[in-house]
Nanobody, 115 residues
Framework: QVQVAQSGGGLVQPGGSLRLACVAS????????MGWYRQAPGKEREVVAT???????TYTDSARGRFTISREKAGNAVYLQMNNLKPEDTAVYYC?????????WGQGTQVTVSS
């Protein structure tokens, strides 16, 4: 069993920044592929950014250049630094960890971008 715990989020004005954090645990000596997803009201959950166990990263077009996903060296703590936030970034953000073909999700955290 893999547990995913996330923190961060909140209310920020347009142009502001937030940092989300996530820790996956449960399998000793395993490093997971991880990522951040988000779901806005009335929309499907979508990927925002991912990072593999070997630190290869991908970003959705809307996040590239504004968001940065990173992880602690050789660990399962992952961060999403979000800069120049826009109202359309408002959503519940979920951390995801993949292990042995299964997906494990954090509890979700609200990010609201509003003036």
């Amino acid at each position: 069993q893999v547990q995913v715990a996330q923190s961060g989020g909140g209310l920020v004005q347009p142009g502001g920044s937030l940092r989300l954090a996530c820790v996956a645990s449960g399998r000793r000596f395993s490093v997971y592929d991880m990522g951040w997803y988000r779901q806005a009201p009335g929309k499907e959950r979508e990927v925002v950014a991912t990072i593999t166990a070997s630190d290869m990263t991908t970003y959705t077009d809307s996040a590239r250049g504004r968001f940065t996903i990173s992880r602690e060296k050789a660990g399962n703590a992952v961060y999403l630094q979000m800069n120049n936030l826009k109202p359309e970034d408002t959503a519940v953000y979920y951390c995801n960890a993949k292990y042995s073909g299964d997906d494990y999700w954090g509890q979700g955290t609200q990010v609201t971008v509003s003036s």
